[in-house]
């Protein structure tokens, strides 16, 4: 199958303290796939190699057959990679539906403009109500981000997210400090865009248990390392990924 | 009720307005001509540099030196060339021109550095353009500065007062414009969150250099009216002094809102009158900054959000009634 995003060897170092070291990864196009590790392996390091936040010590990243290694995040953006954060990121001081304005008029490309037409303004309101009206947070449309509660606050992320139309998208642990009661809305949420079969997930995970029944293919990392990879059902039977869990495995580079 | 209300607060400026055009035809005063003019100037003075501190959250300490350009551009020129309307017009573009080139560079330079170290930057550029005007001698004549002439158009204080009037309204709209335009939203969207913005595929140092560039020229403007004014230019137009009352008024009035500048300048400058006009009754009087002082950690404290802020928060919670249980405005 085609893949969409390929890492070769990437690494990086933290003065001496490899964070990511030497991961190969293929994401195959309109796949859902989650990465798993404990706390410590270098997920979220590595989303931010793959986003732009961090550049690599070494190795390469190709995006749809280009080298982004050393892109800048908005531009890696453009090129239709869109990420979410694992600690909430929104605009505090703007209202709910000029958050997903401002991701809605980045995809649609209106950057530099002093001056724009009412009416191209109300289609971009109208297309961000649309974006909110998917994450179920339309009510909440003139209310500032900063006064919604944390669940909201992932959704409105996510509709930040889908507003850009990217082909990747990135998450990292999109239920993370959530209540257990709200996390089914969210997973439904990213079932809904699972569904739709146009896009390509990339996940990040701590819990292993909440994207097994939504992931096509599971890779785990331990300590910067790729430690398995393979279908839901191959990860949960495999030891290795069972001691490292357990905490019985050690490894021995570090 | 509410429709009146809000009604009411959108017909209070064209009251205003009128108001001031009004003005000359019941009291022309030479000096209270002069201080409204002043008022007008610094407003829009103040509006730019609201469009670094409240819009896109960049401090700048060096926004004198913009200021500063276009005094010495229109001062230069009329002494050295001619005081002709055309000459005029060629100091204004000079000075925008010079003002728009120095914010781009210094732009440039350092907009990519973290904000206090952008701070400390600006201030030394602008230090660099004081120390420019003082020892360029054979230009500037040093420290004294020099008076000079301007069209006679312009030297009547009534019509001068106009201009300044229109000046005034005419880049309120403009840069109202500007804050709600695409562009202008993006500049909020960084100052909320500048990682984020990023992610959403927006390049954060282009947006603010374009900023910087603007409101650069717009305070070279009204460096070059400021000099029309006083037909008189000094080094006092570059120094830290200037770009302290900008920060002031636009602090006491409210950032992030354009009305803010105004009342800000309006507030300052009639302090600043009547506190030195008070010297004769107790010499303290003579130090007015001390009263500024008091005055700024006052607002600091109780109105964080400034005159202008602070009312629109009120009127939104009026509209909205949002319970008072909870408060945006303060910070404890």
């Given at each position: 199958m085609e893949s969409i995003l390929k890492t070769r060897e990437l690494t990086i170092d933290?003065?001496?303290?490899?964070?990511?070291?030497?991961?190969?990864?293929?994401?195959?196009?309109?796949?859902?796939?989650?990465i798993i590790g404990p706390n410590g392996a270098g997920k979220t390091t590595l989303f931010n190699l793959l986003s732009g936040q961090l550049q690599p010590t070494h190795g390469t990243i190709l995006f749809k057959e280009t080298d982004?290694?050393?892109?800048?995040?908005?531009?890696?953006?453009?090129?239709?990679?869109?990420?979410?954060?694992?600690?909430?990121?929104?605009?505090?001081?703007?209202?709910?539906?000029?958050?997903?304005?401002?991701?809605?008029?980045?995809?649609?490309?209106?950057?530099?403009?002093?001056?724009?037409?009412?009416?191209?303004?109300?289609?971009?309101e109208e297309e961000a109500v649309h974006y909110l009206k998917s994450v179920m947070l339309d009510g909440k449309r003139d209310s500032l981000a900063k006064h919604l509660a944390h669940g909201e606050k992932r959704k409105l992320e996510i509709a930040m997210l889908l507003a850009l139309k990217p082909e990747l998208l990135l998450l990292d642990e999109p239920t993370a400090g959530i209540s257990i009661e709200e996390v089914p809305a969210i997973?439904?949420?990213?079932?809904?865009?699972?569904?739709?079969?146009?896009?390509?997930?990339?996940?990040?995970?701590?819990?292993?248990?909440?994207?097994?029944?939504?992931?096509?293919?599971?890779?785990?990392?331990f300590n910067g390392k790729l430690l398995a990879s393979g279908s839901p059902q191959d990860i949960m039977n495999n030891e290795l990924v069972q001691s490292a869990y357990l905490g019985g495995l050690y490894d021995d580079a570090s | 009720m509410r429709m009146i209300s809000r009604y009411t607060?959108?017909?209070?400026?064209?009251?205003?307005?009128?108001?001031?055009?009004?003005?000359?035809?019941?009291?022309?005063s030479r000096s209270t001509l002069i201080l409204l003019s002043k008022i007008f100037i610094f407003a829009v003075f103040a509006m730019s540099y609201d469009l670094l501190l409240g819009y896109?959250?960049?401090?700048?300490?060096?926004?004198?030196?913009?200021?500063?350009?276009?005094?010495?551009?229109?001062?230069?020129?009329?002494?050295?060339?001619?005081?002709?309307?055309?000459?005029?017009?060629?100091?204004?573009?000079?000075g925008v021109v010079l003002a728009a080139i120095v914010s781009y560079i210094v732009g440039i330079l350092t907009l990519r550095l973290q904000s206090h170290f952008y701070a400390m930057l600006t201030l030394a550029f602008a230090g660099l353009f004081t120390v420019l005007a003082e020892k360029w001698r054979s230009i500037t004549k040093g420290?004294?500065?020099?008076?000079?002439?301007?069209?006679?158009?312009?030297?009547?204080?009534?019509?001068?007062?106009?201009?300044?009037?229109?000046?005034?309204?005419?880049?309120?709209?403009?840069?109202?414009?500007?804050?709600?335009?695409?562009?202008?939203?993006?500049?909020?969207?960084?100052?909320?969150n500048e990682q984020r913005t990023a992610s959403l595929g927006y390049q954060v140092v282009h947006y603010k250099v374009i900023v910087s560039v603007v409101a650069g020229v717009v305070a070279a403007l009204c460096g070059g009216m400021y000099g029309m004014t006083?037909?008189?230019?000094?080094?006092?137009?570059?120094?830290?002094?200037?770009?302290?009352?900008?920060?002031?008024?636009?602090?006491?009035?409210?950032?992030?809102?354009?009305?803010?500048?105004?009342?800000?300048?309006?507030?300052?400058?009639?302090?600043?009158?009547?506190?030195?006009?008070?010297?004769?009754?107790?010499?303290?009087?003579?130090?007015w900054i001390i009263f500024f002082g008091l005055l700024y950690i006052l607002v600091v404290m109780v109105f964080p959000l400034g005159i202008a802020g602070t009312f629109k928060l009120w009127l939104k919670r009026k509209k909205t009634s949002i319970p008072l249980g909870k408060r945006d405005d303060v910070p404890w």
């Open positions: 933290f003065g001496g303290q490899a964070a990511v070291s030497g991961v190969s990864l293929e994401v195959p196009k309109h796949q859902f796939q989650s982004i290694t050393h892109l800048s995040p908005p531009l890696r953006t453009r090129m239709g990679m869109g990420r979410s954060f694992q600690i909430t990121n929104v605009f505090p001081n703007l209202t709910v539906l000029e958050n997903v304005r401002l991701a809605v008029q980045s995809s649609a490309g209106v950057r530099f403009n002093f001056f724009s037409a009412l009416s191209r303004f109300k289609q971009f997973l439904d949420v990213l079932r809904g865009i699972k569904e739709q079969g146009d896009k390509t997930i990339l996940l990040i995970e701590h819990k292993m248990d909440m994207v097994l029944d939504l992931s096509d293919s599971v890779t785990v990392l | 607060i959108g017909l209070l400026p064209i009251v205003i307005i009128m108001l001031l055009a009004a003005y000359p035809f019941m009291n022309d896109t959250g960049i401090v700048s300490f060096g926004h004198a030196m913009f200021f500063g350009i276009g005094a010495y551009a229109i001062g230069i020129v009329m002494y050295k060339i001619g005081d002709s309307m055309g000459m005029l017009l060629l100091a204004l573009l000079i420290n004294d500065g020099f008076p000079f002439p301007i069209p006679d158009f312009f030297r009547d204080r009534t019509t001068f007062y106009y201009f300044a009037l229109v000046f005034m309204i005419l880049f309120f709209l403009l840069l109202r414009r500007f804050t709600k335009s695409p562009l202008g939203r993006v500049l909020q969207a960084i100052r909320e006083l037909r008189f230019v000094n080094t006092s137009v570059f120094s830290m002094n200037t770009t302290l009352d900008a920060l002031l008024m636009t602090i006491i009035g409210g950032i992030g809102t354009l009305y803010g500048g105004v009342i800000g300048a309006a507030l300052i400058e009639l302090a600043h009158e009547l506190l030195t006009s008070l010297a004769k009754v107790h010499p303290i009087f003579e130090r």
